[in-house]
């Protein structure tokens, strides 16, 4: 079993390989060795990851001659914080971690932005590898070198671009997540099938999908959006279909709405706002899909308060935001607008 692995190369501004496939956690030592060499490593992870798989990650990485240390936050989206993000760095000073040392951001999307950001700036940056834990982060957040915390005015509106050494992903680790969290990763896949694969969205209508499977498809999905758009300046936003109205609808519930499920209810709202451009309506096989997987997607906020958040989001253009919207279940566009008329669209289409 050990040995069933994908293997993904990404070619951006960092080369370096995705692993995939079930007890990968057990090579990681190998898999480093040749990257990083001789070197310590701060694994970062959080309470729910710690509990369950802390010992094992620090007891293979001693297994392979490296000095590990760990630093645990509180599992959940206010870990994402400038607070923990400078506790991180100076536990790294602490421990007097030079540039040829590591860190291994094992966990979700959270502990990845996370640490992710702290590789980029600790020392001016030194190596990172991503250790993703959930579905989520497995086919999002390790992939593609986008770093980040959250700060009072909005999610994610400080980060870097900087690419990992390796994302090696057990995805036999996935079987001891909770039902929900499963599910957030779950919008992501079915993003990529609606944005860029309609092969990969007729493979979803019937649930499970083949995990190991359908997590490689979306990765060779975004690294092809990567190598084509790594700095975010154009294609890279098809990513985002969902996200803007999700993001949204995250901060108004104060992250009580999970992220894959305001992507869930954003990729709907997004779906409805499609036919007012003049584009395909999508939106009736969208919500069946979606609710089929067990997402409710009911928007609680009003058009006034979505679009009081989606001024701070971080793709606003001066007066001008790009929406992503559905020409097909398998292609989707970037319409960019007026700000004024997203929020037209949405008074349109909430009640
Ligand atoms: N999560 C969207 C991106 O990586 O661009």
Redesign the pocket.
Known sequence: MTNLYKKIKVSASGSYEIIIGDGQLARLGEHVRPLLGDCRIAVLTDSNVDALYGDRILSILSASGYDVCKYVIPAGEASKSAENLLAFLDFLARNRFTRSDAIVAFGGGVVGDLGGLSASLYLRGVPYVQVPTTLLAAV??SV?G?TAIDIPAGKNLVGAFYQPRLVCCDTQLMDTLPADIYRDGCAEVIKYGVILDAGLYASLQTPPFDRIETVARCVEIKRDVVQEDEF?NGK?GL??FGHTFGHAIEKLSNFAVSHGAAVAKGMVIAAKVAPLCGLADVEKPLADLLSRYGFDLGCPYTAEQLYDVILSDKKRRGGRLTLVLPRSLGECELVAMPVEDVLSHLKAILP
Do not use: T
């Open positions: 999002d957040s593609g986008k975010d890279r990513l985002n």
